[in-house]
């Protein structure tokens, strides 16, 4: 028998899923596809999530978890460990570029970032990306942000950041990595605090009013956008004063971070 529990979990699962469907349907995934992707999910969460203290997980257990028979469970597990694991990869040394750009004074002034030139003795793009790329070349990343439209040159030897951070204008796939891991970073955070087991809750707020006239809420727009980007940026200037200018491949630590995001719907 359903619980009233239950039906509301399917409601708010549902909810989930239609901008996700929207997505893959525009992108011609088709339902098969979907449904072989939400296997993998089940088998990948019961092995990390799942599995009982002091005990090695079996397929058998995996079976009854996922209501996968064996034969399924054993197929998935086998399939190749780093398929669809884009939250494992190695962080954009790009983004680390930009960020750079606009909070650190030397490449920008109150949070807007210059027009640099290529090369120069200072503040020029040579040196902003020898510091906060690591070992990546200036072409390699000039090159990058060119081809997402974050930057353009208004002549051979200057270039102009165009947007006020890492965002991809033109290139469909990387929106839709994007989304993907902000979306799941919100997910997981909201899945902590659902679940606790001891542990302190992760902070999640958001602010949300109806009815909002549209004159107001385009206003709202403007204003939550800047604070939004000013508050962010304050943060980025606070790790990257914290952190090692160069990217060690053998530092140990967290993944840490803060997601802020505008609500405009029905």
Not at 136 to 144: K, N, W, Y
Not at 166 to 195: G, M
Not at 200 to 213: A, D, I, N, S, T
């Amino acid at each position: 028998m359903k619980t009233p529990e239950h039906s509301r979990l399917i409601k708010a699962i549902l909810c989930l899923l239609r901008p996700i469907v929207r997505i893959l349907i525009r992108n011609e995934v088709s339902h098969s596809e979907f449904a072989e992707l939400g296997r993998q999910a089940y088998v990948k969460e019961a092995y990390e999530h799942f599995a009982i203290p002091g005990r090695k997980m079996t397929y058998a257990r995996v079976s009854v978890l996922t209501g996968l028979n064996r034969k399924e469970v054993v197929r998935i597990n086998n399939l190749d460990k780093d398929h669809n694991n884009g939250l494992q990869a190695q962080p954009n040394r790009a983004i680390r570029v930009v960020n750079g750009w606009l909070t650190d004074s030397e490449f920008s002034e109150s949070g807007k970032a210059r027009i640099l030139p290529l090369n120069g003795e200072s503040a020029c793009f040579r040196i902003l990306v020898e510091r906060y790329s690591g070992d990546i070349s200036m072409g390699a990343v000039l090159d990058e942000l060119k081809r997402v439209g974050v930057v353009e040159m208004p002549d051979k030897h200057r270039v102009k950041l165009v947007a006020k951070g890492y965002i991809p204008q033109d290139d469909l796939l990387e929106k839709i990595e994007i989304l993907s891991i902000s979306a799941a970073d919100l997910l997981h955070t909201a899945v902590h605090n659902l679940e606790l087991n001891g542990t302190k809750p992760r902070f999640q707020r958001q602010l949300v009013y109806h009815k909002v006239p549209p004159d107001v809420a385009a206003a709202f727009e403007v204003i939550s956008e800047k604070d939004s980007l000013e508050f962010l940026q304050r943060l980025n200037s606070y790790l990257s004063e914290q952190l090692d200018r160069e990217i060690p491949n053998n530092r140990e630590g967290r993944r840490v971070g803060v997601g802020i995001y505008f609500i405009d719907n029905e």
